[in-house]
C-alpha cells in the first residue's frame, strides 16, 4: 500500500510551478485593478454564457486563471500542487498540460450544457406566462427587464441571471487531476483533514458522487457543481483513450 505525500514547491514539475504562477499573477491582477482603474477583470475574463453580450471564445481559456477569491484559489492551487506535482512526474509536461487544458474545457462545457437546458425550461416558462421571444432578447442584452402585471419576478430574473453570472476558477481542471489521480494510484492513502486516512479511489467515487448530489438538488448554488463533473467525466474518457492506445504512461 502507498502513501502519499507531496513534495515542496522547489521540485515541483515546470508546469505544476507555473500554473501556481500564472493563478497567483492572475489573482493579483484581479485586485490592483478593481483598485486602481476599477476594472473588474472578472466581467471580462470569466466564462459567460453564450448568447450573452458580455460572452468571448476566450472566456473558455481566461476562466480557468480568474478565482472569486482567496479561499478559491487556495484550494484550487493546493490540490493542483498536491496532486499535479505527481501526475506531471509521470506523464510529463506535454501531456499534463493537454490533460489540464481539456479537463478544464470540457468541465465548461458540461456547466454550459447544463445552464442551456436550464434556460429552456425558464424560457419556457416565461414564454407561457406572455413574454415573447423578442422581450427576452432585449432583456438580455439591455441588462434590465420589466415585469408583466400578474407575473413572477423570481423566474425572468433567475433567467437573466445565468447570462450575467460569470463562471471562474480552475476547479473544472482540478478535479480532473483528483479523478486521474484516483485511477492511476488507486491505493493511495489520502488523509482527509490530515488526519482521517482514505484510499484515493473511494475519495474520488466518494466526492464525485457528492458534486452530482449537490449538482441536482441545488440548482441555485453559486457552485458550478456540473463543472466539477465535466472535468471528472473529461479526464475519464481521455485516460481511458490514452489506454486504449497505449500510450498511458
Not at 462545457?109 to 425550461?121: D, N, P, T, W
Not at 438580455?140 to 415585469?147: F, L
Amino acid at each position: 500500500m502507498q502513501q502519499f505525500r507531496p513534495g515542496g514547491f522547489s521540485i515541483l514539475p515546470p508546469v505544476v510551478k507555473n500554473l501556481l504562477i500564472i493563478n497567483g499573477l492572475f489573482f493579483l491582477a484581479m485586485i490592483s485593478f478593481e483598485a486602481a482603474f476599477r476594472i473588474n477583470l472578472i466581467q471580462q475574463l470569466g466564462l459567460f454564457m453564450p448568447g450573452s453580450p458580455k460572452f468571448e471564445p476566450y472566456q473558455f481559456i481566461t476562466h480557468m486563471f480568474m478565482h472569486g477569491g482567496f479561499s478559491h484559489l487556495f484550494f484550487n492551487m493546493f490540490a493542483l500542487w498536491m496532486f499535479g506535482n505527481v501526475l506531471e512526474n509521470v506523464w510529463g509536461p506535454k501531456r499534463f498540460l493537454t490533460y489540464y487544458l481539456i479537463t478544464g474545457f470540457g468541465a465548461a462545457i458540461l456547466h454550459l450544457g447544463v445552464s442551456f437546458v436550464e434556460i429552456q425550461m425558464l424560457k419556457s416558462e416565461l414564454l407561457a406566462a406572455g413574454y415573447s421571444a423578442s422581450d427576452l432578447r432585449q432583456f438580455i442584452n439591455s441588462g434590465s427587464y420589466q415585469v408583466l402585471p400578474g407575473t413572477s419576478e423570481s423566474a425572468l430574473t433567475e433567467y437573466l441571471v445565468r447570462y450575467f453570472i460569470p463562471t471562474v476558477g480552475a476547479s473544472g481542471a482540478v478535479f480532473g487531476i483528483l479523478l486521474a489521480f484516483g485511477m492511476l494510484f488507486p491505493n493511495s492513502m489520502i488523509y482527509l483533514f490530515f488526519a482521517i486516512p482514505i484510499k484515493a479511489k473511494y475519495f474520488v467515487m466518494m466526492y464525485g458522487a457528492l458534486e452530482l448530489f449537490f449538482g441536482i438538488t441545488r440548482t441555485g448554488s453559486n457552485i458550478a457543481h456540473f463543472a466539477h463533473l465535466g472535468g471528472m467525466i473529461f479526464g475519464f474518457l481521455l485516460i481511458r483513450y490514452w489506454k486504449s492506445k497505449g500510450r498511458l504512461y
